[in-house]
């Protein structure tokens, strides 16, 4: 009968022991918080690893750009509520956030070689003075790059010497450029071929994505950096 309270003090403390071995095992050890009683309640799909996301590059691009090359992307404005955004190797050029753009055509004027930017101007096409735009474009040095893009109307203002000189530059569409098209451009001055980087779409009641407007566009590419600038 002495040896039944020993026994019972015994019993109690192997019963403790094992009870803290069972809820350590199940909390994972101290400090590591509650993962294996997690993991008892987690489903398959919920344990695999997620895809990793897909890198992107200068200017949001899926891949990189060749050596002397720019990198940029382009969004031409959203009927007349979004604006536009120029941007060239990282650095955002143009865009509502930097409080420079407006309707009409938004340009940014950037040197070939090196990449900077020499001037960003917006161009009111519908209410502006169209002189001003041609005091901007007339004296291009050799090799200069020219980006436009479009903000609600880029054309009403546009007169045969304006769509002459963005011709010149390597456009397509300029000579059709229309009210409320939408248009994003890349020329440069002394090209001797029509540029690839141009989109354009008609204004038309037909296929118009806003009302009054067509869709917004959006380009983005490599520009080989030129060999001569100014």
Same mark, same amino acid.
């Given at each position: ?6 026994? $019972? ?19 994972? !050890? ?25 890198? #992107?590059?200068?200017? *949001? ?11 940029? $992307? @382009? %969004?031409? *404005? ?24 407006? $309707? ?10 090196? !990449? ?8 009111? @096409?519908?209410? *502006?003075? %169209? ?10 040095? /050799? ?31 300029? #000579? ?38 067509? /869709?917004?566009? /959006? ?5 080989? $950096?030129?060999? %001569?600038?100014?």
């Amino acid at each position: 009968m002495r040896l039944a309270g020993p026994l $019972r003090v015994v019993a109690l403390v192997v019963t403790v022991g094992l009870t803290w071995i069972i809820v350590s095992i199940l909390l994972g !050890g101290p400090g590591s918080g509650f993962p294996r009683i997690q993991q008892l309640f987690n489903s398959p799909e919920s344990s695999v690893t997620a895809e990793p996301r897909a890198r #992107k590059y200068k200017c *949001g691009l899926p891949q990189p750009c060749p050596e002397e090359h720019l990198a940029f $992307r @382009m %969004v031409s *404005g959203a009927a007349n509520v979004i604006g536009p955004k120029i941007c060239l190797e990282d650095k955002m050029l143009m865009s509502s956030v930097k409080d420079n753009v407006g $309707r009409g055509l938004n340009i940014a004027l950037v040197n070939g070689v090196s !990449g900077e930017l020499i001037e960003a101007r917006a161009f009111d @096409m519908w209410a *502006g003075d %169209v002189n001003d735009l041609l005091k901007f474009i007339r004296p291009l040095h /050799e090799g200069t790059l020219v980006f436009v893009a479009s903000y609600d109307d880029p054309a009403t203002k546009m007169n045969e010497e304006t769509r002459k000189l963005f011709s010149e530059l390597g456009s397509r569409n300029a #000579k059709e450029l229309a009210f409320r098209d939408s248009w994003v451009f890349v020329g440069a001055k002394g090209v001797q071929n029509k540029s690839p980087f141009e989109q354009h779409v008609k204004n038309s009641k037909h296929t118009n994505k806003y009302e009054g407007w067509p /869709e917004a566009l /959006e380009m983005e590419g490599c520009i080989p $950096r030129r060999s %001569v600038a100014s």
